[in-house]
């Protein structure tokens, strides 16, 4: 018999052992998720196109890439991770490597304000040629970084010029095709004034590269134009005055057959207008002055201009602008190469809404497309619209354009290219709740192969998510959120998680209530039998109740509880019957006192008076809230003049809303006998049984107490309640069962921080000692939200917030394990999530022995608006069993335990103890699964011998069925196990 003990108390210490988080990842309720598309891609000979753009994938912003054919298909079956990790991401550029790979480049920031510049090369299946990551081609970047320029090189490799914000010099780097760079040293160095942007980089058709940028001073500043060598020599250097009027966009810039470089820049003077310069290939001007031509007869600076040579002889300029008629209108402007002169503009549309974002492509035959963007200025809705022109620039589509794209959407930079099949075009679409990638084509003959949106190919759900809380709903967890997904209004929407990880609703979460911008969540409260009971403004105050399979049980918007709005309101349930309590002003409208007001609802009906009933008239108005509610018990802070205190008052009613009997009208204070100048608040209450139990606590320089009050009003713990911890303490998380009360916190002021635990028995005992225990095994710079679950089996689950490094503001969420026994699992706290940024504010859900904690995350990092992308993300971990230990293995003369007698038993055994010196005795019952049954002992006792009888039943008072049981007997040197066998009584 003994072995057969001890072989099933090691397989109960074996199963229970569970260290890490149960999910391999991270499950999403509601993932914020951003999609950025700058214009990053390429063409090939072959006539595909390559796309990059820059989305939020499982959490992580990703560097995506689609290849798409000459007819518009997806080639890649899914869209291509390129590069994940949590870093922030942009400006993603791309280019056409000698060797016939895409080259990719872009930015990542990292801690302490610094950037690294990464590239990858990309075969066309896909492959990621240099490693799983990229290589970082220059690091220690500030993270102000403004601009980059990328050009293939002969050698299957990269030109790179990097430009630095307030710096005056120019990084060149050379890459050859596996991705070294040849330049280490940064040569060349190109510095000119202490402002610089960038405008192009071209090859120069010998393995070397034309350069251009622009100098700024203070006064007017320097556009430069350079040609170099494939060893980084500069042949040459011109500069020029900027014009007058020249805005910050870079100069567009061509290279023709013959080794010409042609540079456009525009200025805003009067007129929006293009300067137009010509150099040699040895850099001598060709034309001088310069050529200047009017592509906007305003001076708005939105004029906007796209260039392309259509042969040797003909240079096509596509701008939207204002013609001279003064209407809005989209214009050709050709200029001959070969004498030197603009020939005569042709307008090809004229609107009056405002034209954008022109595009030009050229296809084999020689004949130009033209696509542009219109924003009907009254409405604010976009059409993408595209124009075919014949190698004469007349128009062979319909005179209005063909459209693109038509709704409601904002469109962004649309995209246009050849392919076989005619026009491809790409753009961003920004609708209501989501931001897609989209595309379009135009049959050679101007028919569209799609509806007026097109067809996307990248979408995700618009706006993030703020915790709000969870509730266990049977074997599931119940997620409430705040979500602005919808034109960023507020709305208040639920989840539901199960224990596999899987999300049991629809992708994304449920709303609730109606279209109000200011929905608010209140409180939630599991119901047994039925789900969750959820209270809730739209605006008005509702109940509502959602089912164990996650549906809204009450019709509508539920049971309306009153048409104002209470700052503050409390919800509880006893038995099936459903309490709610509120603070608000008097009927006489005193401005010095309020009335707590009260409703009960039972079979989903409202049983006290419409818009609920007065319980209390005239609590003074200064500071006045309602704290916390159990059952039929009320409690709410008031001030009491008479001892100058703000203190809980509480009060207990009958079915009918009346003060129970033995209760004055007004209720009574928590507390009495306190000096002047008190303010304890109940930040926590709970039902004991039948019993109220309370956790309340002030300012940091007060102590934290628990206070017991029974349905007649009397105190078993001492007028002023039992002192859990001393000043300093905060950031309460409290729990509470048949058995105890529970409290988990923070204690202590700047950096000598602890996380500590507390229970108290039923009968007022403080489980953990005087000063608790303390749970964090490792120091930390900041704690932060603790959280507390308490499973089933007696055992504890403590979660919370740390910033863990100095060097950086992130926020990491750890956990620790505790035994019902109240010992610490494992060495070290836990690492539940340390992704990047912030994870915080945990919410949990328990369910037997294992929890679910939900908690919000910014691992997702920020969009384009530099607003933080905020999720939320769920995790299991399982509560650690009773640590049972093989009763041989501790030595006999200090265990406590002498005898215990009748065993086996039937209605009670008596379990006799001998103290050797004054010390604490604790005694805890548990089944052969190793579950907590009932916690019997836990006081302090003087020399000598001791009996206490268990009477077979459990922390709830009810009797145990006949089997095997464990009673764990333990002082502060050592521990016993002494089996029990309980008859069926005949």
Same mark, same amino acid.
């Given at each position: 018999m003994r072995n057969s003990l001890i072989i099933m108390l090691l397989i109960l210490g074996s199963s229970v052992l569970s260290a890490e988080p149960l999910w391999q990842q991270d499950v999403p309720v509601r993932e914020s998720k951003d999609l950025r598309f700058n214009g990053c891609s390429v063409q090939d000979n072959g006539g595909s196109v390559f796309l990059g753009w820059i989305q939020t994938t499982n959490g992580e912003p990703c560097i995506m890439g689609q290849r798409f054919d000459a007819e518009g298909s997806e080639i890649w079956p899914q869209a291509l991770v390129?590069?994940?990790?949590?870093k922030e991401k942009s400006d993603p550029k791309v280019a056409l490597s000698a060797d016939g790979c895409y080259l990719l480049a872009w930015?990542?920031?990292?801690?302490?304000?610094?950037?690294?510049?990464?590239?990858?090369?990309?075969?066309?299946?896909?492959?990621?040629?240099?490693?799983?990551?990229?290589?970082?081609?220059?690091?220690? #970047?500030? %993270?102000?970084?403004?601009?980059?320029?990328?050009?293939?090189?002969?050698?299957?490799?990269?030109?790179l010029i990097v430009k630095q914000d307030?710096?005056?010099?120019?990084?060149?780097?050379?890459?050859?095709?596996?991705?070294?760079?040849?330049?280490?040293?940064?040569?060349?160095?190109? %510095?000119?004034?202490?402002t610089l942007s960038l405008s192009a980089l071209l090859p120069d058709g010998e393995g070397g590269f034309f350069f251009f940028f622009k100098g700024y001073a203070q006064t007017g500043g320097t556009n430069y134009a350079e040609r170099y060598a494939p060893t980084g020599y500069r042949y040459w250097r011109n500069s020029f005055p900027r014009l007058a009027g020249e805005d910050t966009s870079p100069h567009q810039v061509l290279i023709t057959s013959d080794q010409k470089v042609i540079e456009l820049a525009k200025s805003v003077d009067g007129n929006a207008s293009l300067e137009l310069r010509m150099f040699s290939f040895e850099g001598n001007q060709i034309f001088e002055p310069p050529l200047m031509h009017t592509i906007s007869y305003s001076n708005s600076a939105a004029a906007e201009y796209q260039a392309r040579l259509v042969n040797d002889s003909l240079l096509v300029i596509f701008s939207v602008g204002v013609s001279p008629t003064g209407s809005n209108a989209a214009t050709i402007h050709p200029f001959s190469l070969t004498t030197g002169q603009f020939l005569p503009s042709i307008v090809i549309s004229t609107n009056e809404a405002e034209l954008s974002c022109p595009d030009v492509d050229l296809d084999m035959a020689g004949k130009l497309y033209c696509q542009w963007l219109e924003t009907e200025l009254s409405s604010g809705s976009t059409i993408v619209k595209a124009q075919k022109l014949s190698a004469g620039l007349q128009a062979v589509w319909p005179v209005t354009g063909v459209v693109m794209y038509s709704g409601s959407s904002m469109v962004s930079v649309p995209l246009a290219f050849t392919v076989g099949i005619g026009l491809l075009s790409f753009f961003q679409e920004s609708a209501a709740k989501s931001v897609s990638l989209t595309k379009q084509i135009a049959t050679s003959d101007g028919y569209t192969l799609f509806p007026g949106t097109g067809s996307s190919f990248a979408s995700i759900l618009m706006g993030s998510a703020t915790l709000l809380a969870s509730q266990a709903l049977g074997t599931r967890i119940c997620v409430f959120f705040y979500d602005n997904r919808d034109t960023n209004r507020n709305r208040l929407y639920y989840q539901i998680v199960d224990q596999d990880g899987s999300v049991h609703l629809e992708t994304d979460g449920i709303p609730i209530g109606g279209f109000y911008p200011l929905a608010r969540y209140i409180s939630s409260i599991p119901l047994p039998g039925y789900g969750i009971a959820l209270l809730y403004q739209d605006p008005q105050t509702y109940l509502q109740v959602i089912d164990l399979d996650g549906n809204l049980l009450l019709p509508g918007a539920g049971i309306l509880i009153t048409e104002s709005r209470p700052s503050g309101m409390k919800l509880s349930a006893l038995g099936s019957d459903i309490y709610l309590g509120w603070l608000e002003n008097t009927v006489n409208g005193n401005p010095g006192s309020k009335r707590l007001m009260g409703q009960r609802v039972a079979n989903w009906q409202l049983q006290w008076e419409g818009g609920g009933k007065q319980l209390v008239d005239n609590i003074p108005t200064l500071n006045a809230r309602i704290n916390a509610s159990a059952g039929n018990y009320y409690v709410w802070y008031r001030f009491f003049s008479s001892v100058n205190s703000f203190i809980p008052c509480v009060l207990k009613v009958n079915e009918n809303g009346n003060p129970d009997a033995g209760w004055v009208p007004d209720g009574i204070p928590a507390v009495s006998g306190v000096n002047n100048s008190i303010f304890y608040d109940a930040v926590y209450a709970s039902l004991m049984g039948a019993d109220l139990v309370m956790v309340m606590a002030g300012n940091s320089s007060y102590s934290i107490h628990a206070q017991k009050i029974t349905p007649e009003g009397d105190f078993p713990w001492g007028t002023t309640g039992i002192q859990v911890s001393g000043p300093n303490a905060h950031g309460l998380s409290c729990h509470s069962d048949a058995a105890r009360l529970s409290l988990f916190y923070i204690y202590g002021q700047g950096t000598e921080r602890f996380l500590r635990l507390q229970a108290l028995s039923s009968d007022g005992i403080l489980l953990f000692g005087d000063d608790g225990l303390q749970v964090n095994a490792i120091p930390r710079l900041e704690f932060r939200n603790p959280v507390l679950s308490n499973c089933d089996n007696g055992s504890y689950i403590a979660v919370w917030a740390a910033r863990m490094r100095e060097s950086t503001e992130e926020i990491d969420l750890l956990y620790r394990k505790i035994s019902s026994l109240g010992e610490l699992i494992g060495d070290n706290d836990g690492i539940l999530c340390n992704r990047a940024r912030l994870q915080d504010n945990p919410r949990i859900?328990?369910?037997?022995?294992? %929890?679910?904690?939900?908690?919000?995350?910014?691992?997702?990092?920020?969009?384009?608006?530099?607003?933080?992308?905020?999720?939320i993300y769920v995790q299991k971990l399982s509560g650690e069993g009773s640590e049972i230990i093989d009763e041989s293995s501790v030595p006999f003369p200090e265990l406590p335990l002498l005898t215990c007698y009748p065993n086996?038993?039937?209605?009670?055994?008596?379990?006799?103890?001998?103290?050797?010196?004054?010390?604490?005795?604790?005694?805890?019952?548990?089944?052969?699964?190793?579950?907590?049954?009932?916690?019997?002992?836990?006081?302090?006792? #003087?020399?000598?011998?001791?009996?206490?009888?268990?009477?077979?039943?459990?922390?709830?008072?009810?009797?145990?069925?006949?089997?095997?049981?464990?009673?764990?007997?333990?002082?502060?040197?050592?521990?016993?196990?002494?089996?029990?066998?309980?008859?069926?009584?005949?």
């Open positions: 390129i590069k994940a990790e949590s930015l990542e920031e990292y801690e302490n304000g610094i950037s690294k510049f990464f590239m990858q090369k990309l075969t066309m299946a896909g492959g990621l040629l240099w490693g799983y990551s990229g290589l970082v081609v220059m690091e220690n #970047l500030e %993270t102000g970084i403004a601009d980059y320029l990328l050009l293939p090189n002969s050698e299957g490799g990269a030109y307030g710096s005056p010099r120019l990084y060149a780097l050379k890459l050859d095709s596996s991705g070294n760079n040849l330049w280490p040293d940064g040569y060349p160095t190109i %510095t000119a004034q202490n859900g328990t369910i037997g022995n294992e %929890t679910l904690i939900c908690w919000m995350d910014h691992r997702a990092g920020f969009n384009e608006n530099n607003e933080i992308l905020s999720s086996p038993f039937v209605n009670m055994v008596n379990l006799k103890f001998k103290t050797e010196l004054e010390e604490k005795v604790s005694i805890i019952i548990y089944n052969i699964k190793g579950q907590r049954i009932r916690h019997l002992l836990s006081s302090e006792y #003087l020399y000598g011998c001791y009996a206490i009888v268990w009477d077979g039943r459990d922390d709830k008072g009810y009797p145990v069925s006949s089997g095997i049981y464990f009673a764990w007997i333990s002082n502060s040197r050592a521990k016993q196990v002494i089996k029990l066998v309980r008859l069926r009584a005949s």
